[in-house]
């Protein structure tokens, strides 16, 4: 069975960053595309940035200039560096990964940016 594991959420204030990881374990394949989704009290789940195996990445408007995501092939490993957090940053961030024919999703990490 596949895992996604997020960690390294919490508390900031205004203009801080915080670093979020997320590890895969258990029987996947080649893992193509990976990356994070958010979702905000009463509010959609909306697509933050993503990135592919060769490294391309894409990042929503919101948050390009301030967030970098990376990845480790070999381990299976996404993290997203987040700057200069905004209060509108505030949500739980969920992790992706995806097969040539599956996507798994993570549990979410609470990120809250208040002063």
């Known amino acids: 069975q596949v895992r996604l594991v997020e960690s390294g959420g919490g508390l900031v204030q205004p203009g801080g960053s915080l670093r979020l990881s997320c590890a895969a374990s258990?029987?996947?394949?080649?893992?193509?595309?990976m990356g994070w989704f958010r979702q905000a009290p009463g509010k959609q789940r909306e697509w933050v940035l993503s990135i592919s195996r060769g490294g391309g990445t894409n990042y929503a408007g919101s948050v390009q200039g301030r967030f970098t995501i990376s990845r480790d092939n070999a381990k299976n490993t996404v993290s997203l560096q987040m700057n200069s957090l905004k209060p509108a940053d505030t949500a739980v961030y969920l992790c992706?990964?995806?097969?040539?024919?599956?996507?798994?999703w993570g549990q979410g990490t609470q990120v809250t940016v208040t002063s």
């Open positions: 258990g029987s996947i394949g080649t893992v193509n595309g």
């Open positions: 992706y990964a995806n097969e040539a024919d599956k996507s798994y």
